[in-house]
């Protein structure tokens, strides 16, 4: 094989080489400048806080501060949410076993909402750290609501799914706050 003939050989190889790399960087260059994506980049659910805080009408002229009352405001709706569907449950449940959970879990929901609330005024005024100190208090309610049902063999939570989901709205405004200035 002659020079000429070799390099020709090797040069799509060199090519690929070299223009891979750049390929994959213009691929997504959308995201430095959004703050969304940015925001929640450390959550635990990312594709859930990156689609609830776009879906929220208030994120696009918000701030990371901002953001992070939004995120905080989204898990306080789900807490009321599963709050209103406590009750409506204990009114039709008769099974004692379920009844006194679900009268736990009431009183777990009512007091992560009071929580988030607590944490949403800490932004504004005690700073980030109590902020963050309360939505960990109401993950940690809801997740006792579920240990609740586990104690007992056989018997299987009626909010787990929407429990999960709450945690991992709590978990995105803890990530979020995490992201601020402490
Ligand atoms: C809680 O929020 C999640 C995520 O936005 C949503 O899918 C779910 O329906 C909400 N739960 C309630 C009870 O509203
Ligand atoms: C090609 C690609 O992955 N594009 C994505 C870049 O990031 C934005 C914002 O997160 C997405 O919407 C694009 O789909």
């Not at 790399?21 to 929640?40: E, R, W, Y």
């Not at 009512?110 to 309360?134: H, K, P, V, Y």
């Not at 007992?152 to 979020?176: R, V, Y």
Request: glycine letters at 4%; a negative charge.
């Amino acid at each position: 094989m002659g020079y000429v003939s070799r390099f020709i050989f090797v040069l799509p190889l060199i090519l690929s080489i070299s223009i891979r790399p750049h390929q994959v960087i213009a691929k997504n260059a959308t995201a430095p400048g959004d703050l969304i994506s940015k925001t929640c980049q450390n959550a635990v659910n990312e594709e859930l806080c990156v689609q609830t805080l776009r879906a929220d009408p208030n994120s696009k002229q918000a701030d990371a501060s901002g953001l992070a009352k939004i995120a905080i405001k989204l898990a306080l709706a789900n807490a009321t949410a599963i709050s209103d569907q406590v009750k409506k449950l204990l009114a039709t449940t008769t099974g004692h076993y379920e009844k006194t959970r679900l009268t736990d879990c009431n009183e777990n929901y009512a007091t992560a909402i009071d929580q988030l609330e607590d944490s949403l005024a800490a932004i504004n005024s005690n700073g980030i750290n109590d902020a963050t100190t309360w939505v960990q208090a109401a993950m940690t309610d809801s997740e006792t609501c579920e240990d609740g049902f586990e104690e007992e063999p056989g018997h299987k939570s009626m909010l787990s799914d929407k429990s999960t989901l709450f945690q991992q709205l709590c978990g995105n405004a803890l990530a979020i706050l995490n992201t601020l200035p402490h």
